[in-house]
């Protein structure tokens, strides 16, 4: 089974401007999580996804958000970026449902960002 | 309120030597889910084993085991006979059920050196 996929993998861009990330959960997942990962405040949790339906989010400005397709990629998009927006941006999708094992986060990649 | 804490922020040791990782939680929720992760350089965090808090049976796998405790709100991790490969940063995570969310620790960085 492939894995989480990210992509872009590196970003640049210059503060103020947007920028959207993707993320394709590994087959059959439905649920997918994004966290930002800092060298000061570590792995914070963004917002989760299932079924379309943003389902909890973290502590972020409004000018964090994501979506979610119907075939269960999604998108994480971060408007008028500001330095400290300059992280590690990590995806992680889980199956979702009844067993045990669907509380089994499994991680992408990641994209950094760098905002100058 | 949900906490982890990873007290040890990095750990160095030479190859073959023994581990341990310490992780606190706090979390009020009577069911809830634990969870080890590890990142190497790579940045890539990969699932190393989930507990569930009505299981308080402890795991070994391979040179990896972990150490559960309730009564002290604890979830060890120790890496036997570590090897350079070990090098990386290990997360502990929380899952309390009521909450839905995941929180993780500051993590620990581990190196080993041959």
């Known amino acids: 089974k492939a894995g989480v996929t990210q992509t872009p993998r590196y970003l640049i861009k210059t503060r103020g401007q947007q920028v959207t990330l993707s993320c394709s959960p590994i087959?059959?997942?439905?649920?997918v999580s994004w966290y930002q990962q800092t060298p000061g405040q570590g792995l914070q949790f963004l917002f989760e996804?299932?079924?379309?339906?943003?389902?909890n989010k973290g502590n972020f400005p409004g000018r964090f958000s994501g979506r979610q397709f119907s075939n269960s990629r999604s998108e994480m998009n971060v408007s008028t970026l500001e330095l400290g927006d300059s992280a590690l941006y990590l995806c992680?999708?889980?199956?979702?449902?009844?067993?045990?094992?669907?509380?089994?986060?499994?991680f992408g990649p990641g994209t950094r960002l760098t905002v100058t | 309120a949900q906490k982890v804490t990873q007290a040890q922020t990095e750990i160095s040791v030479v190859e073959k030597e023994d581990v341990t990782l310490d992780c606190v939680y706090e979390?009020?929720?009577?069911?809830?889910?634990l969870f080890w992760y590890k990142q190497p350089p790579s940045g890539e965090l990969v699932f190393l084993i989930r507990?569930?808090?009505?299981?308080?049976q402890n795991e070994i796998s391979g040179r990896y085991s972990w150490n559960f405790q309730k009564s002290t709100s604890s979830f060890n991790f120790t890496i036997t006979a570590s090897q350079v490969v070990d090098s990386a940063v290990y997360f502990c995570?929380?899952?309390?059920?009521?909450?839905?969310?995941?929180?993780f620790g500051a993590g620990t960085q581990v190196v080993v050196t041959p």
């Open positions: 992680a999708s889980r199956s979702q449902g009844a067993a045990l094992s669907s509380y089994e986060q499994y």
């Open positions: 087959s059959g997942h439905r649920s």
């Open positions: 996804y299932f079924s379309e339906t943003q389902r």
């Open positions: 979390t009020r929720d009577t069911t809830y889910y």
């Open positions: 507990r569930n808090s009505f299981d308080e």
């Open positions: 995570a929380l899952y309390p059920y009521s909450w839905g969310k995941f929180q």
